[in-house]
């Protein structure tokens, strides 16, 4: 956080930087709020110096850590937007909303210093009057306002209660008490930086400093992540494993099964058990009994049990190898993490976001990790202009199958509609499950009149997992050029009318659908 001395300093900075050669202050453009504490303020106005037109971008932060007022060479993205965070519930804050509203194109006419503590005002000209947006730096108090003309609070950007309580929202705005024996001035650090390069000098040391804490809320939010994933594995991999250990049962269940078909004669109604003898190795051998069941009852379910033991132990038998290998891959990834951690490497930053640009890392990232950790993920592709302006409800699931194709998704029956009469076009190919409802799978092939084996079954996966039948383990899928889907008048929506195409008969697999909903193109 700023000192007094530096924040003085950085007031005198930002006249020098934000005056025109006539004293005229520079115009407020655009504003964007990156995170819940920070503001970019982006201004255009005459050099000082060179008269030419110029455009400049302040960050103020309010961090209770990290507050400044800082130069930047470019604003920052807004959330949502290619390389930022999306906001929850979309559209700006409420906060940046309402400068945009009452500050935008307003003229910057001083910046000051108030009251005896750390607060630097920037006071603007706008069509309201003089508003002022002032910066209050008072540690985990620390806040952003916006006072009108009579110097009334009509926003802040943190919540008062958790800053100032003795504020209100339309009441006046009041001074902090100076500390006890005065406000210290503090040391400026960036002494050594001349006037015109000081407010960059700031952005340079604590842009260093929110770096590291990205960094190590990324490493803590991976760890998290990995630490669940594999704990999770754990128990799949000790739950198959028991599966498995029931191997001895199924055989004792068909050895009574054997014994009591040749005995059956034997039983006597309501009897609760019958011993015989296992002519094979000579001993007696006693067979439980319903006692509420005749004796052909009990021998049917005998083999009942039998089979349906044995068809679970099938199914463990094929997933054990796999329940062994996720347990591993993750294993080997928190010893991979955990040496790249404790490395100490300059260049941790950078390795760690290939960390977590990888498929398998970026997918359990997102499942896991906790809301509101500061993370780095890969950053999301702009939409497609044909998607550009529709209301959300009617944007597709977007992913990427193996060979680089796009696979679109419907939300709803009304997006299942626009999606196949509207977006799909050309030879894009239409995949719906035979004999089950579910969404419209449209695979974008680009043209291509012979897309991938590996685009089709990737886009067939999808098809199921979007359906009422998606627990199914082989399915059959319609696949029709899209030219050959017709929307029926009057039909309800969802429901179109195909002719041709043919079925591919998918056998699922647990590593593409988790392979394709890492590879969501629109988070």
């Known amino acids: 956080m700023l000192s007094l001395r530096e924040l003085r300093r950085a007031a005198c900075a930002i006249e020098l930087r934000l005056r025109g050669p006539d004293g005229e202050g520079h115009r407020l453009e655009r504003v964007v709020q990156p995170d819940a504490t920070s503001l970019a303020l982006s201004f255009y106005g005459r050099d000082a110096e060179s008269r030419e037109g110029v455009k400049r ?5 309010c961090d209770p850590q990290l507050g400044r007022v800082c130069e930047v060479a470019e604003s920052p993205r807004a959330p949502g937007s290619s390389g930022a965070s999306p906001r929850r519930g979309g559209g700006p804050p409420a906060f940046a909303s309402y400068l945009r509203a009452h500050l935008g194109r307003a003229r910057l006419l001083e910046a000051r210093l108030r009251g005896e503590d750390r607060q630097l005002g920037l006071v603007f000209e706008t069509k309201e009057g003089r508003m002022e947006l002032l910066l209050s730096l008072l540690g985990n108090r620390s806040n952003c306002y916006v006072l009108d003309a009579e110097d009334r609070v009509v926003a802040a950007q943190r919540p008062l209660e958790k800053t100032r309580a003795a504020l209100a929202i339309g009441g006046p705005w009041q001074d902090p008490p100076p500390p006890p024996g005065g406000a210290r001035e503090g040391e400026d650090r960036f002494a050594g930086a001349p006037d015109a390069a000081y407010l960059g000098a ?3 040391r604590y842009g260093e400093r929110e770096s590291e804490q990205r960094q190590a809320g990324l490493g803590r939010a991976l760890a998290q992540a990995l630490r669940k994933e594999r704990k999770a594995a754990a128990r799949r991999f000790e739950r198959v494993e028991a599966e498995l250990a029931e191997a001895d049962q199924a055989s004792e269940l068909q050895r009574h099964g054997e014994l009591l078909k040749g005995h059956l004669g034997e039983v006597r109604p309501g009897a609760s058990e019958i011993c015989v003898r296992d002519y094979e190795s000579g001993e007696e051998v006693t067979i439980p009994l319903d006692p509420t069941k005749s004796p052909r009852d009990n021998l049917e379910a005998t083999f009942k049990r039998y089979q349906k033991l044995v068809r679970r132990l099938t199914k463990a038998g ?8 996720a347990l591993e891959e993750l294993e080997s990834l928190e010893a991979e993490l955990t040496a790249l951690l404790d490395a100490g490497e300059q260049e941790v930053g950078e390795a760690l976001e290939e960390f977590v640009a990888r498929e398998r890392v970026a997918a359990l990232l997102a499942r896991h990790a906790p809301r509101g950790a500061a993370v780095v993920a890969p950053a999301p592709a702009k939409l497609p202009g044909v998607l550009r302006g529709l209301a959300t409800r009617l944007v597709p699931r977007r992913y990427r199958s193996r060979d680089g194709l796009e696979i679109w998704v419907g939300r709803s029956d009304e997006g299942n509609d626009y999606l196949t009469t509207r977006l799909a076009r050309g030879k894009d190919l239409f995949f719906h499950l035979d004999g089950a409802p579910g969404s419209h799978v449209i695979l974008r092939t680009e043209g291509r009149s012979d897309p991938p084996s590996e685009s089709l079954l990737d886009a067939c996966e999808l098809a199921v997992h979007f359906s009422k039948a998606k627990k199914a383990t082989r399915a059959d899928v319609h696949v029709v050029p899209i030219k050959q889907v017709k929307k029926p008048k009057g039909a309800k929506r969802g ?6 195409g043919r079925s591919i008969h ?3 697999e647990d590593k593409r659908l988790e392979r394709l909903m890492a590879s969501r193109i629109d988070g």
């Open 57 to 61: 971008h302040l960050v103020v932060s």
């Open 202 to 204: 700031i952005a340079v």
């Open 495 to 500: 429901l179109v009318w195909v002719t041709g």
């Open 506 to 508: 998918l056998r699922r």
């Open 318 to 325: 094929g997933q054990v190898d796999r329940a062994r290998e």
